[in-house]
Nanobody, 120 residues
Framework: VQLQASGGGLVQAGGSLRLSCSAS????????MGWFRQVPGKERSFVAA????????RYVDSVKGRFTISREYDKNTVYLQMNSLKPEDTAVYYC??????????????WGQGTLVTVSS
């Protein structure tokens, strides 16, 4: 099973990006999913999570109202829509799968990251 994040890039402050996370090897619709981010020299930190039904989500306070997590079951994909981006959102973003339906289940599978750079 692999999780592959994509959609990162360079964007100006105030702009938008949509990250995608695709799972290969099996379907992951029974588990919750999430996004984390990491900047050099700091630990990976939680950004957003969504439960297996897609109806329950949670976010870190710093992105509430700007980021939206969603999932598309027929494509086995989770998205992170990021609007009103700020330079402090610059990081490598990782998707992860929970060991359970979520949205508060522990994460146990991590994918490769995608770099998001927000210029001021």
């Amino acid at each position: 099973v692999q999780l592959q994040a994509s959609g990162g890039g360079l964007v100006q402050a105030g702009g938008s990006l949509r990250l995608s996370c695709s799972a290969s090897g099996r379907t992951f619709w029974i588990n919750g999913m999430g996004w984390f981010r990491q900047v050099p020299g700091k630990e990976r930190s939680f950004v957003a999570a969504i439960d297996s039904s897609g109806r329950s989500t949670r976010y870190v306070d710093s992105v509430k109202g700007r980021f939206t997590i969603s999932r598309e079951y027929d494509k086995n994909t989770v998205y992170l829509q990021m609007n009103s981006l700020k330079p402090e959102d610059t990081a490598v973003y990782y998707c992860a799968e929970m060991d359970g339906s979520g949205p508060n289940s522990p994460f146990n599978l991590w994918g490769q990251g995608t770099l998001v750079t927000v210029s001021s």
